[in-house]
């Protein structure tokens, strides 16, 4: 080492090597933590508020199901509820049980006490109990009354051998299934003969406890406090078991589950506070799901809104307003969205917890208007923030009206409207407001709102005044058509309202919450393509190896799979290949080319950056009318529309009719056999309108594959409107559709009536959807019918050659969809003066606001930062992140990955700066930041020096030359000196 560049470090070696003893030390400690412990016995089970959770004990009887949820969480998340000692008539498995057995009875519970000596109980508890259970995914048990049998068992005798029967039930357990991890609730004198089979120890009650025979509350008296406490130090300092405590508050008392919380936690304990049914989400430990007020400086900031809506009997939630215009700007805030129909019951309780807003859309009046103006008040009551759009449902007067800040206006608008006030920040975004005084909603607003559309009639003598949109106390709202203004002649719709600025004001979003953002990683936009299986048994019109505009004459007959092969082989690019097996099948309408087209999917499937995929059985159109559960959208914008014969299957088999399983399970185990070794379906992309219903889905969650495609984003210089972008997808049922990022081929080529070269037009779309924010990644999709002609096979190499010089960060579909699943589960909370983020490690970006920087001195699992369109984005290293946000003008200069087209991985900060491993699919590239001063870092890519490019001021390597296309992984050293 020279004598200047010692000289240079020792000064900065000082400051990071501080910083990176605490940054190791924070992850000791957080390797290190017990594992976080939830109970939640009601149904449906949110999903996503459980995922910030390390174990989930639910009622089996709720109907959830973890083997279909495999791709929301882990499998061994999910514990499922059993009681070892009691049994009550409403188990399934209590009627097959010998009354003998049953010994007694405890009131509170309704419940008959089981004698656990009886002869062949811990092969029945495992054949009929755990068994079933085993087979829906369960992987853990929370073993409840376990020490029931003690009103049964009146001698020691009689104890000991009750207390053997309870050993004996456990110990069948982890015979039969060795990998089960059981939560023991109590059962302390069990624990010298099970302690080593125990994944925790559980008992409730030891400062705040429910009466079940009474229904209320309690305060737990000192002397049971410190028993409690005495089997806890016993099970912690003798056994080495993580302690579980679980405290009761009525759902409502935040102050109570904030002292359970932290007396629990400072006895050294896993506290989980919940009511007394355990039918909310409680709160946890800090790194948790904490439900509390927004104003807390701890705690989980509630990331799903409820979308209330008519939605209509046997409609496709697809269409609905609540996903074609809500979700998107939600999504792009960061939020989840739940939907819920104002036909059916709506969710009970105070909501203020498990949502972050509800918004209301509206178009016809409830059904039943004073349950739904009861609801309404109690979300206020709740503050619970509420955006209501289009209409109010039901009529707004009196004590309804006092509580939501409007005064009724009497009259009529007469013939005319007028805008007599507008806040510009809000209103007129696309289009300008256009009042019609037939359609209205007589209402003004109070001294505590602010309108945002003042309208009065322009007819002489008609004082006629009224608030078509405002913010108020308890969210807001805008009424039809001052939202969104449907073009139905054009099939288009304008933004009336900014939504974004709307939906951040109404329901009181946080404007500095770190937002999860699937569109980027590591600073790049991301870029995939996929192709649908349609036409692959249709001839090339030209000849694919000429090139030329002069028909086909080749002897085999060329096919579009030919010419997309050359396309795909050409660019290199990650693609996602899926088949229509009925297309390439012996038993399909094309027998003689069959083989033929069989060669082209192994041939496709064969290429080392083409991903496998199904594209269904027989490819159903209309998927609702296939299943049997409602009408379909006739869009004929969707994929396929054009396509339909009777049954509502392209694909024609003889003596078939449509089978879920058949269709989704069945291709997949077919095109399996097509694929190399070492290959096999990673995604299965939805045909025709793309309405599936959430059974489809399961079946695909089932089957082990992602989903994708719908949504139908289409925004474009003749449809120049944030209407036209779809959001990121829609739950259905806690069943995730993934919607493609944007459209196929086929709208922008009018259904391939022409011109052939239309889908260039892609390239604004592409342009929109990133400018002046990046809402959706670039996804390069179309069917195997661009294979056919000349004009749509030099368009798709004009669209590669335009994208392969943009700064973009290509994935497969797969991995696509994995970090929009990720998005659903993540969890973002506030620990202090830091936020927290809590994922599953597909998705790693989360967006700032615009100027404002994670501190990385502090920070940890974050690896960088870019500016970029609508803000900053943050690069995490993997499931877990904490940082601090500062002004971008307060950042430290330390340096920090900028930018990198692929996956980073073994990221790690060292006294001179940091090391990774970067696996692209494609020549590698990476950018530096924050460095001292021009030149201060030297950079290794497998050992080896590598010289900086300077691109928009930034220093960027490309070390191609140390890896090949495909995803081996470049180790990097970055050493910087002051």
Known sequence: MSAFTGGIWRSLAA???????????????????????????????????????????????????????????????????????????????????????????????????????????PQFFVDHVIAPLWARGFRGFFLDTLDSYQSIAHTDDERARQQAGVIAVIRAIKARYPEARLIFNRGFELMPQVHDLAYAVAFESLYHGWD???????????????????????????????????????????????????????????????DGALQTVGTGPARATLPLPRSTSRGNVPRTILVVQDIGPGASLNVTPGVRYISMPLNWLGYRVEFADVAKPLPEGDLSDRYAGVVVWLDYPVPDPSAFRDWLEAQIDHHTPVAML????????????????????????????RVESMDASMMGFEMQPQPDPHDTANVRVGEHSHSLLRLASADAGNDFTIDAAAITPWGGYAMRPFAVFDMPMANQARWVLQPIRFLRAALRLPDDMPAPDP???????????????????????????????????????????????????????????????????DEGPYPKDAPRLRAIARALFALPNVEVASHTYTHPLQWMRVTGLGKSSSDDTAEGGSRANYNGLSIDIPGYRYNTDR?????????????????????????????????????????????????????????????????????????????????NEEPYTALWQGPYYGYRRVLETFEMTETPIRFKPVDVYYHMFSGTKYASVKTLSDVYRTLSAQPLMPVYASEYAQKVLDFQRMEVSRDGDFWRIHGDGALRTVRLPEGRVPDLASAEGVIGYLAGPGGVYVHL?????????????????????????????????????????????????????GEPHAGACIVKANGRMLAPAIAQGRRVYSPAALARNGPDAVHVDVVCAT
């Open 519 to 585: 569109t980027t990683e590591n600073g790049r936009r991301l870029l995939m393509t996929h192709i649908d299986g349609d036409g692959l048994a249709s001839r090339a019109e030209f000849d694919v190896n000429g090139g030329t505009m002069k028909a086909s004459t080749a002897t085999p007959p060329q096919y579009s799979g030919d010419a997309l092969y050359r396309v795909i082989r050409e660019f290199g690019l990650p693609t996602t290949v899926s088949v229509i097996e009925g297309e390439i099948s």
């Open 663 to 743: 269709e989704i399970e069945g291709s997949i185990r077919y095109i399996d056999t097509l694929a190399p070794a070492g290959k096999r379906v990673k995604v299965m992309l939805w045909s025709g309108d793309c309405q599936v219903p959430a059974s489809v889905i399961e079946a695909a969650d089932k089957a082990g594959v992602y989903n994708m495609n719908g949504g139908d984003t289409l925004i474009t210089k003749r449809y120049p409107s944030w209407a036209a972008i779809a959001p990121l997808g829609v739950n259905k049922d806690g069943f995730f559709q993934v919607f493609a990022p944007n459209q």
């Open 15 to 121: 400051i990071l090597a501080a910083t990176l003893a605490m940054t190791l030390s924070a992850r000791a400690d957080e390797s290190a933590h017990e594992p976080s412990i939830a109970l939640f016995y009601g149904a449906p089970v949110p999903v996503g508020q459980l995922s910030a959770f390390d174990a989930v004990v639910l009622e089996p009887d709720s109907g959830f199901t973890p083997s279909t949820h495999a791709a929301d969480s882990p499998p061994s998340k999910w514990f499922a509820y059993v009681s070892v000692g009691e049994v009550t008539p409403a188990r399934a498995y209590y009627k097959d049980m010998p009354p003998s057995w049953l010994k007694g009875s405890n009131a509170a519970w309704a419940s008959r006490i089981v004698d656990q000596s009886a002869p062949g109980w």
């Open 390 to 417: 289009t209409t109010f449902g039901i009529d707004v007067n009196g004590d309804l009206a006092r509580k939501l800040d409007l005064v009724p206006v009497a009259g009529r608008a007469g013939k005319r409207l």
């Open 877 to 929: 290293s993997g499931a877990d992140a904490r940082f601090r946000v500062i002004d971008a003008t307060r950042a430290a200069k330390l340096p920090y990955l900028a930018e990198a087209n692929g996956v980073v991985n073994r990221f790690a900060r060292t006294a001179q700066g940091f090391s990774f491993d970067l696996a692209s699919h494609v020549a590698p590239h990476f950018a530096i930041g």
């Open 212 to 274: 079940q025979t009474k229904k209320r509350y309690v305060a737990v008296p000192e002397a049971d406090r410190q028993w409690l406490l005495a089997q806890a130090r016993t099970l912690r300092e003798q056994y080495r078991l993580p302690v579980l405590s679980i405290d009761y508050c009525a759902p409502a008392d935040r102050a109570c589950a904030r002292d359970a919380v932290a007396k629990i936690s400072a006895q050294g304990l896993i506290p989980y506070v919940t």
